[in-house]
T-cell receptor
Framework: AQKITQTQPGMFVQEKEAVTLDCTYD???????LFWYKQPSSGEMIFLIY??????QNATEGRYSLNFQKARKSANLVISASQLGDSAMYFC???????????FGTGTRLTIIP | ETGVTQTPRHLVMGMTNKKSLKCEQH?????MYWYKQSAKKPLELMFV???????ENNSVPSRFSPECPNSSHLFLHLHTLQPEDSALYLC???????????????FGPGTRLTVL
């Protein structure tokens, strides 16, 4: 069975600062993918970034980067130069290759302070 | 329309009503999903359809009945719901990559359901 743990229920960060959202995972499989999603108050779950278990480089998408440490089973999301629009819930998730089941963590509520 | 759309966005219904949630994906994907998101709980996968065939039913009560007429449309038919079924219902779609990587799911905006 897979498990995602997000230990930060809430974070407050000053605008323009970088922020790291923690995610650890547990799986016995070798082939898996890790995802981060953003959920604003409107409800839509927005895909941000993906990291495959065999990817040697950390994934980056604009201001988002994923700090993948396979041995520690961690997949932290780093947001550089935070903006007010980054205030939202952030969910870490994972699934195995070829398996549609996506396991989500409980999320971190990020609030950017002007 | 682009991405994944869901209608209605908000729904209030009594316990004896029958209603349906609709999801449409414009991404050319072949898999569609229903999720339930209750307050202070992780997202719960309800149903998975792959090429219109149901491949997952995550022990969902029979008062929730999914329908997938084609790979672009997904419905969730609701009848005799309970107040604890009040939640945000999210639809998602993905393109199966035949095990070469984990498939990215793209979500709709959700339907916020209140059962009185």
């Amino acid at each position: 069975a897979q498990k995602i743990t997000q230990t930060q229920p809430g974070m407050f960060v000053q605008e323009k600062e970088a922020v790291t959202l923690d995610c650890t995972y547990d799986t016995s499989d070798q082939s898996y993918g890790l995802f981060w999603y953003k959920q604003p108050s409107s409800g839509e779950m927005i895909f941000l970034i993906y990291q495959g278990s065999y990817d040697e480089q950390n994934a980056t998408e604009g201001r988002y980067s994923l700090n993948f440490q396979k041995a520690r089973k961690s997949a932290n999301l780093v947001i550089s130069a935070s903006q007010l629009g980054d205030s939202a819930m952030y969910f870490c998730a994972m699934s195995n290759f070829g398996n549609e089941k996506l396991t989500f963590g409980t999320g971190t509520r990020l609030t950017i302070i002007p | 329309e682009t991405g994944v759309t869901q209608t209605p966005r908000h729904l209030v219904m009594g316990m004896t009503n029958k209603k349906s949630l609709k999801c449409e994906q414009h991404l050319g994907h072949n898999a569609m999903y229903w999720y339930k998101q209750s307050a202070k709980k992780p997202l719960e996968l309800m149903f998975v359809y792959n090429f219109k065939e149901q491949t997952e039913n995550n022990s969902v009560p029979s008062r929730f009945s999914p329908e997938c007429p084609n790979s672009s449309h997904l419905f969730l038919h609701l009848h005799t719901l309970q107040p604890e079924d009040s939640a945000l219902y999210l639809c998602a779609s993905s393109q199966e990559t035949s095990g070469r990587m984990a498939d990215t799911q793209y979500f709709g905006p959700g339907t916020r359901l209140t059962v009185l």
